[in-house]
């Protein structure tokens, strides 16, 4: 299907008005420099749709975040195991205008009122991308206002202003999330240099995949977590990968091979007892913890910068907060992270990011935007 027969179709669903022709399209589309309304304030609407969360909010750049609702797809996904690209679209579809509604109205927000809508256009599965894409970008069309393509990952990676003790740039940043994991020297917003990443699993995929194999529901991390509380310190040690030799990079996949083996060596006739399961977790969870909290003293120390910002979803974790503060007052740092529900994925950051930019006067072109693979490191400074 075209991109313009799509947004005929999400216009029709958006407007109580007969279907206009394609014609009639065209002429309400914004002209290719569609004047930004970069007078303060401006309310934003975010719309977040990369994966299993649909994340709508509502940001006034005066007020703050003025109304935001969340949807898990979580219990449909549950049952595999794990996400499902084309069920995520289609959920997606189901709710995304729905929360807009519900946003709108519980911020008391009328149609005119907004000065911009921001959308999550990468990384992420593409049908879940193109779902918010289209929703964006036609409302932006029937509203008159100037949309923009928000990076996922920038939006974790400025959440963490949201807060009232906000970092100051310049900071080196821990992006850990399913998909991610990125050390970034950041001197200001769109001006990131990404100085060590994963060669292969992300943070929070290692932390799926162990719950996985100790038969833990998706997602793995918070139950991981959970368990690993009952866990009993130092019977099992894992390596931590890639740390005795220089570099930022990370390596999490072969702690998953750890967890297996030992898992495989300690069940008898299909059954491990729940002592075993819980050590296993707790050894599991101390050595991704001790991997990136040596990785964060490098990169504080390479750099000289003297403030780390954690965001993303494995920034929820509650040893990985510990230890990384720990470590930040040994190096004379401050540590600063999102609160709970901005670490994982939510609309707020997405609204955020996107005012910056768009009172920058940053805005899209006519294209369609969805980018499954994006690179921080190529957005545009402001
Ligand atoms: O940022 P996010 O919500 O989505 C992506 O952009 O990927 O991150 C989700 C990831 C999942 O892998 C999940 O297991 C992990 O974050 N996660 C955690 C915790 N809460 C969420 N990992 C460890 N400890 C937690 N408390
Ligand atoms: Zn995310």
Redesign the pocket.
């Known amino acids: 299907m075209s991109p313009l027969v799509f947004l005929r179709r999400i216009i029709a669903w958006v407007l109580p008005e007969p279907l206009p022709d394609a014609a009639a399209l065209r002429a309400m589309m914004p002209p290719r420099f569609f004047p930004p309304n970069s007078t303060l304030p401006m309310k934003v609407l975010g719309i977040e749709t990369?994966?299993?969360?649909t994340g709508i909010a509502l940001y006034d750049s005066e007020h703050g975040i003025l109304a935001e609702a969340l949807y898990s797809q979580v219990k449909l996904h549950q049952q595999y195991g794990g996400v499902v690209p084309e069920l995520a679209s289609r959920d997606h579809v189901r709710k995304t205008l729905p929360l807009i509604r519900e946003v709108m109205e519980r911020a008391g927000c009328q149609r005119h009122e907004i000065g911009g809508v921001a959308y999550t256009a990468g990384p992420?599965l593409a049908g879940a991308l193109l779902v918010g894409a289209a929703v964006g970008r036609s409302l932006g069309m029937v509203w008159k206002v100037p949309t923009l393509g928000v990076h996922?990952?920038e939006g974790?990676l400025l959440a963490p202003l949201l807060e009232k003790n906000a970092p100051t740039f310049p900071f080196v940043a821990l992006l850990?999330?399913?998909?991610?994991t990125q050390l970034v020297a950041v001197e200001g917003i769109g001006r990131y240099k990404v100085i060590g990443e994963s060669v292969d699993d992300?943070?929070?995929?290692?932390?799926?995949k162990t719950?996985k194999l100790l038969g833990l529901p998706?997602?793995?991390?918070?139950?991981?977590?959970q368990l690993a509380l009952a866990g009993t310190p130092g019977r099992f040690t894992f390596p931590r990968p890639m740390t005795n030799r220089p570099g930022l990079d990370f390596s999490f996949s072969g702690l998953k091979t750890f967890v297996l083996t030992t898992v495989q060596a300690h069940t008898n006739n299909g059954v491990i007892d729940e002592q075993t399961r819980a050590d296993i977790a707790h050894a599991f969870?101390e050595a991704?913890v001790g991997t990136l909290m040596i990785k964060c003293r490098r990169a504080l120390q390479q750099t000289g910068m003297k403030t780390l910002v954690i965001?993303?979803?494995?920034?929820?974790?509650?040893?990985?907060r510990e230890e990384l503060s720990r470590m930040a007052e040994q190096e004379n740092s401050t540590l600063h992270y999102p609160k709970l529900q901005y670490?994982?994925?939510?609309g707020a950051m997405i609204a955020y990011a996107g005012c910056l930019r768009l009172l920058a006067g940053q805005h899209d072109d006519l294209a369609f935007h969805a980018r499954p693979r994006w690179s921080l490191e190529t957005l545009p400074p402001l």
């Open positions: 990369s994966c299993d969360e992420g996922h990952m974790h850990v999330s399913g998909g991610h992300a943070a929070g995929e290692a932390f799926d719950a998706y997602p793995g991390g918070p139950e991981v977590a969870q991704a965001a993303g979803g494995v920034s929820a974790n509650t040893r990985l670490c994982t994925d939510n």
